[in-house]
T-cell receptor
Framework: GNSVTQMEGPVTLSEEAFLTINCTYTATGYPSLFWYVQYPGEGLQLLLKATKADDKGSNKGFEATYRKETTSFHLEKGSVQVSDSAVYFCALLDPYGNNRLAFGKGNQVVVIP | DAGVTQSPTHLIKTRGQQVTLRCSPKSGHDTVSWYQQALGQGPQFIFQYYEEEERQRGNFPDRFSGHQFPNYSSELNVNALLLGDSALYLC??????????FGDGTRLSIL
């Protein structure tokens, strides 16, 4: 079945540091890939997406590139701010049109001033 | 333009009880999906409704049921509540191939 794997554990870093969160997936076919962000006490917000190989999604300084050869969709940001502290989820959309999302376990990101 | 709204925001129940959660989709959306998010985990797909029918279902028991109304709003019902049903329940709406938009969820606690 379809699945998403995110790197283990929370990520703690200083303001203006570089952020990388790893995401790999398993799927038949070519799914669409997403990053969602969840702030405390809130639901999920779509951060960025990519629908085919080599696509780069970007938003608010975050970027992720759809790598078919490594089945990865790693999230990066060059200079994080305290306001980026949140939980980040990688997700894929079933490639056969069922419009159901499969999520990774999420990564807590804490940015220290 | 209101986004996805869910009610109530918090709910406390005891084992064996039944609960109903509600969701109003974003304007223009006709598909509603429900997810369960246990503490420290990613959301898990429960089921999806389109045209008032359950279109697909995840790996959840029959104690979980739902409904979609003609105005596209939806309900999630859970019977015979178990301690393990304690979670954040998220509703997401979408239209055709557009990305899903999520509500803020209902936090359900089972005592």
């Amino acid at each position: 079945g379809n699945s998403v794997t995110q790197m283990e554990g929370p990520v703690t870093l200083s303001e203006e540091a570089f952020l990388t969160i790893n995401c790999t997936y398993t799927a038949t076919g070519y799914p669409s890939l997403f990053w969602y962000v969840q702030y405390p006490g809130e639901g999920l917000q779509l951060l960025l997406k990519a629908t085919k190989a080599d696509d780069k999604g970007s938003n608010k300084g975050f970027e992720a590139t759809y790598r078919k050869e490594t089945t990865s969709f790693h999230l990066e940001k060059g200079s994080v701010q305290v306001s980026d502290s949140a939980v980040y989820f990688c997700a894929l959309l079933d490639p056969y049109g069922n419009n159901r999302l499969a999520f990774g376990k999420g990564n807590q990101v804490v940015v220290i001033p | 333009d209101a986004g996805v709204t869910q009610s109530p925001t918090h709910l406390i129940k005891t084992r064996g009880q039944q609960v109903t959660l509600r969701c109003s989709p974003k304007s223009g959306h006709d598909t509603v999906s429900w997810y369960q998010q246990a503490l420290g985990q990613g959301p898990q797909f429960i089921f999806q409704y389109y045209e008032e029918e359950e279109r697909q279902r995840g790996n959840f028991p029959d104690r979980f049921s739902g409904h979609q109304f003609p105005n596209y709003s939806s309900e999630l019902n859970v019977n015979a509540l178990l301690l393990g049903d304690s979670a954040l329940y998220l509703c997401a709406s979408s239209s055709q191939d557009q990305p899903q938009h999520f509500g803020d969820g209902t936090r359900l606690s089972i005592l």
